[in-house]
């Protein structure tokens, strides 16, 4: 008997083209997911954590340990921030904005350590898509703290000073300071003036500088009240406060209720009209509304954090800006993937600083 029956016509083979695309793709997905879930990666743009962190600096940012922040900008290409790489084309639209809420973390926020936070006060973009900033977190929600001539008291004790800090110095020589000397410090920038020298560096190396015969004279440059600059934190009062002289401020906590007074208003005001979520809240003639009504007290919907840089007297901190909303917070950064000093592309091999790759973040 012939079997007239047509043979089953074999499976059609996947282009090789298709194969890429869907591998590229999937690449991307688990890429994406890794990133917004678990750990992303950030440079270290400015100084203002040497020598604990250094510009050039590649860290990797636990988002594990507070807990992973869902979208708020759910419409943006994978794998970018703000803007397509290498151009200033936005690569998201805000055309939708969700509630963001944070997934359970291992931890909350310790005072003094590292923190990954969005920088508050940028407006052009989305929470979720503005600017990444890394300080230490001194200040938790319910603190009181001050700075006194350069040291951090946090509810009347003083802070220990982090292993790296960095201050300013007048440094001046019996004769002029080579390049070469600032280098061999580590001190990575330095400003001629009045016959010798203001550097940020730390107190371990300021005093090895000023054992050695060539140098005259090595003093510690306190910012004192007379150096009083209408650019910190609260702007709105004549508080006098100063880098090194600071406070006492209170840092707010969910569920604290305050008076709104003349003493309050400009330090907590911009921060209830930001970062509370009112549609309409608003500060006219020294007074708080809220939905139109006058607000006499306020209880805090969230709570705040306040961030200072290691190098005290060259970092725009909270003593500039003021407060880090907890809905800012990002991650804790936990290793440092890889370093480079600045300079060209083709002197990178000389330039990676081999001792800093995987070298885990202390606090």
Request: with cysteine; aromatic share 14%.
């Amino acid at each position: 008997m012939i079997d007239t029956m047509p043979a089953k016509a074999g499976k059609k083979k996947k282009s090789a083209l298709k194969d890429w695309v869907e591998s590229i793709l999937f690449a991307v997905v688990v890429a994406t997911l890794f990133r917004w879930l678990l750990f992303e990666q950030f440079i270290i743009p400015t100084p203002s954590m040497e020598r604990s962190m250094l510009v050039g600096d590649v860290i990797v940012v636990s988002k594990l340990h507070y807990g992973t922040r869902t979208l708020a900008t759910p419409i943006q290409f994978p794998l970018t921030h703000q803007k397509f790489w290498g151009t200033e084309i936005p690569s998201y639209v805000n055309w939708i904005q969700l509630p963001m809420y944070r997934l359970p973390g291992f931890r909350e926020v310790k005072r003094m350590e590292p923190v990954v936070f969005n920088y508050p006060y940028e407006d052009q973009h989305p929470t979720d898509l503005k600017s990444h900033w890394v300080k230490r977190c001194v200040g938790l929600p319910g603190d009181s703290l001050k700075v006194v001539d350069g040291l951090l008291v946090v509810n009347d004790s003083v802070m220990p000073l982090p292993a790296h800090l960095q201050s300013s110095y007048f440094i001046a020589g019996k004769q002029p300071l080579k390049d070469r000397f600032f280098e061999a410090n580590n001190i990575s920038e330095h400003q001629e003036v009045n016959g010798g020298y203001y550097v940020q560096t730390e107190p371990a190396t300021a005093e090895k500088i000023k054992q050695l015969p060539f140098i005259s004279k090595v003093e510690h440059v306190v910012m004192n009240y007379s150096f009083s600059d209408s650019a910190s934190f609260p702007k709105a009062a004549p508080h006098g406060w100063t880098t090194d002289n600071f406070g006492p401020v209170w840092v707010p906590a969910k569920g604290d209720t305050i008076e709104i007074n003349d003493q309050s208003l400009p330090v907590y005001g911009a921060v209830i009209v930001r970062f509370e979520g009112w549609k309409n809240a608003e500060i006219t003639d020294g007074k708080l509304y809220i939905n139109g009504y006058e607000t006499s007290t306020y209880t805090f919907q969230q709570n705040y954090y306040f961030m200072m840089g290691d190098n005290r007297h060259n970092s725009e901190d909270s003593r500039t800006w003021g407060f880090v909303p907890e809905d800012h917070i990002v991650g804790k950064p936990v290793m440092v993937l890889f370093s480079s000093e600045e300079g060209p592309w083709y002197t990178l091999p000389a330039r990676i600083r081999w001792g800093r790759l995987f070298n885990l973040i202390k606090e």
